[in-house]
């Protein structure tokens, strides 16, 4: 398995401030995970973090709006820019454990609110 | 494009029923299928994987099953108790992970 810490747990923020979320694991992997679930829905996935590259976007989703940064194999935060009421969210890191079955663990979860 | 389906959204049973939650999803060339549980403004939690060649798997009261087949995957909770109340959700890994909705689940005291 996989620990993964977040900060901050929760934030009330400003519209059109920034807020940056880190997310540290307590062993290296290749690959972190960015996710976004807004009220009442699912997980949308944000980005792929990958060290050493650039973060990997989906669709739906740019850098300019969420920048990533990955410097080492254990650590990573995504920046939420110029926020906007709709951004209120829960946003989420999660990686893959060592045991390649596939495993996906997740933090307990930042939780965005945008006034 | 795999799309996941969780039925029903929402169940509230009385302590001690036994319960299945149902998770649907439309391509079976999957990888896992993982179960999740989110307790209100929380991260998940995850309660068990199945890999693609198993068909199900156990853990104290929580079981697992999945039929590739027929697009299906099922988590039989026995002996609900209050502290089972969350939202539980399942996953299908293909070459990403692919979420369902979830099922909001209480039990009564």
């Known amino acids: 398995s996989a620990v993964i810490s977040q900060k901050p747990s929760r934030d009330i923020c400003q519209r059109g401030t920034s807020l940056t979320i880190q997310c540290q694991v307590d062993s290296q992997v290749t690959m972190m995970f960015w996710y976004r679930q807004q009220p009442g829905q699912s997980l949308t996935l944000i980005a792929t973090?990958?060290?050493?590259?650039?973060?990997?976007?989906e669709s739906g989703f740019v850098i300019d709006k969420f920048p990533i940064s990955r410097p080492n194999l254990t650590f990573s935060t995504l920046t939420v820019s110029n926020m906007s009421p709709e951004d209120s969210s829960i946003y989420l890191c999660?990686?893959?454990?060592?045991?390649?079955?596939?495993?996906?663990?997740f933090g307990e979860g930042s939780r965005l609110t945008v006034l | 494009k795999q799309e996941v389906t969780q039925i029903p959204a929402a169940l509230s049973v009385p302590e001690g029923e036994n319960l299945v939650l149902n998770c649907s999803f439309t391509d079976s060339a999957i990888y896992n299928l993982q179960w999740f549980r989110q307790d209100p403004g929380k991260g998940l939690t995850s309660l068990l994987l199945?890999?693609?060649?198993?068909r199900e798997q156990t853990s104290g009261r929580l079981n697992a099953s999945l039929d590739k087949s027929s697009g299906r995957s099922t988590l039989y909770i026995a002996a609900s108790q209050p502290g089972d109340s969350a939202t539980y959700l399942c996953?299908?890994?293909?070459?990403?992970?692919?979420f369902g909705t979830g099922t909001s689940l209480t039990v009564i005291p």
């Open positions: 999660s990686v893959t454990g060592a045991s390649n079955t596939g495993e996906l663990f």
């Open positions: 199945i890999q693609s060649s198993q």
């Open positions: 996953a299908a890994t293909g070459n990403q992970f692919y």
């Open positions: 973090a990958n060290q050493g590259s650039e973060a990997t976007y």
